[in-house]
C-alpha cells in the first residue's frame, strides 16, 4: 500500500513564494504523470501543473510563469515552486499519481495526496 505525503503549504502573502514536495510512503516500481491540483472552497479541483514520465510539463494559464513543477524519478517525488504568489492561489493543494505501480501487487492505480493548505494574504 502506498500513501502520498505532502509538506510546504502554509500562509504567505502576497507577492511571495512557497515550494510544495510529495512523495511515497511505500515502494513505487513505475508511475505516469505526476500533478498537482487544488481546490478553493465552493469551487471545483482544478489542475494547477502536471509533469509526464519523460518530463513534459503542462500548467493551467494561471500560473503560467509563476510556478514551475519538477518530478525525481529516483525518488518518485514532485515538487511545485510557487512564485508570485496571488490571493487567488489560495486552496488546499494535492498531488496525485497516475498509473503507478506499487512493489507486490498487480496492476496500476492512481494516488492522491491528503492535501494541504496554501493561504495568501493580500
Known amino acids: 500500500q502506498v500513501q502520498l505525503v505532502e509538506s510546504g503549504g502554509g500562509l504567505v502573502q502576497a507577492g511571495g513564494s512557497l515550494q510544495l514536495s510529495c512523495g511515497p510512503s511505500?515502494?513505487?516500481?513505475?508511475?505516469?504523470?505526476m500533478g498537482w491540483y487544488r481546490q478553493a472552497p465552493g469551487v471545483q479541483r482544478e489542475l494547477v501543473a502536471s509533469?509526464?514520465?519523460?518530463?513534459?510539463?503542462h500548467y493551467a494559464d494561471a500560473v503560467k510563469g509563476r510556478f514551475t513543477i519538477r518530478r525525481d524519478n529516483a525518488k518518485s517525488t514532485v515538487s511545485l515552486q510557487m512564485n508570485s504568489l496571488k490571493p487567488d492561489d489560495t486552496a488546499v493543494y494535492y498531488c496525485?499519481?497516475?498509473?503507478?505501480?506499487?512493489?507486490?501487487?498487480?496492476?496500476?492505480?492512481?494516488?492522491w495526496g491528503q492535501g494541504t493548505q496554501v493561504t495568501v494574504s493580500a
Open positions: 496525485n499519481f497516475s498509473n503507478v505501480r506499487v512493489r507486490g501487487l498487480f496492476g496500476t492505480q492512481d494516488y
Open positions: 511505500g515502494s513505487i516500481v513505475e508511475l505516469g504523470t
Open positions: 509533469i509526464s514520465r519523460l518530463g513534459n510539463t
